[in-house]
T-cell receptor
Framework: KNQVEQSPQSLIILEGKNCTLQ??????????LRWYKQDTGRGPVSLTI?????NTKSNGRYTATLDADTKQSSLHITASQLSDSASYIC????????????FGSGTRLLVRP | SQTIHQWPATLVQPVGSPLSLECTVEGTSNPNLYWYRQAAGRGLQLLFY??????ISSEVPQNLSASRPQDRQFILSSKKLLLSDSGFYLC????????????FGPGTRLTVT
């Protein structure tokens, strides 16, 4: 069964600190992996998209890594800001039906001053 | 640039009442359109997708239906709402079916009482 699991479920950090969010998936065949940021009550916004051949991709203070062998991904946030408070969702696309996205339940991040 | 709109932003409806949620996309032609539902603490679930006017594919059996009367308009409906229909409904579009990037609307929060 295609699944995406994220950890931790929630995380609280102080402003300026770094953090890393984890994503494990069991999706086959794999097409691509995306990280989305979703502010409360809003639609998700794409941060990064990685295909099988990409190990890392950055978007400003956000850096995503992908290990296709172990089927793990991480999202590292550097020098966190209050505006980083949001849910971060890992999404995997299956190669046979790449429009069908398998969503993780997200990690809720709270950045405190 | 492309924009996607959803309305209403929030809706409270009694059980057994009808539902109509609307999604429109601007700035692109012949988009692929999607309806998702996000239950509290759960990942997004694909409900319907459409590759063109009048073409609707359903992903899960349910109390809801979708229609696409115009190229850039996607409507989610129900004749009689159930309590279990409560959730956050998101519309999304992509350039191609299976395109790497899906762009999400702001969402509609539906509460069935």
């Amino acid at each position: 069964k295609n699944q995406v699991e994220q950890s931790p479920q929630s995380l609280i950090i102080l402003e300026g600190k770094n953090c890393t969010l984890q994503c494990n998936y069991t999706v086959s065949p794999f097409s691509n992996l995306r990280w989305y940021k979703q502010d409360t009550g809003r639609g998700p916004v794409s941060l990064t998209i990685m295909t099988f051949s990409e190990n890392t991709k950055s978007n400003g203070r956000y850096t995503a890594t992908l290990d296709a062998d172990t089927k793990q991904s991480s999202l590292h946030i550097t020098a966190s800001q209050l505006s980083d408070s949001a849910s971060y969702i890992c999404v995997v696309s299956a190669g046979d039906s790449s429009y069908k996205l398998i969503f993780g339940s997200g990690t809720r991040l709270l950045v405190r001053p | 640039s492309q924009t996607i709109h959803q309305w209403p932003a929030t809706l409270v409806q009694p059980v057994g009442s009808p539902l109509s949620l609307e999604c429109t996309v601007e700035g692109t032609s012949n988009p692929n359109l999607y309806w998702y539902r996000q239950a509290a603490g759960r990942g997004l679930q694909l409900l319907f997708y459409s590759v063109g006017i009048g073409q609707i594919s359903s992903e899960v059996p349910q109390n809801l239906s979708a229609s696409r009367p115009q190229d850039r308009q996607f409507i989610l409906s129900s004749k009689k709402l159930l309590l279990s229909d409560s959730g956050f409904y998101l519309c999304a579009w992509s350039v191609q079916l299976g395109s790497y990037e899906q762009y999400f609307g702001p969402g509609t929060r539906l509460t069935v009482t």
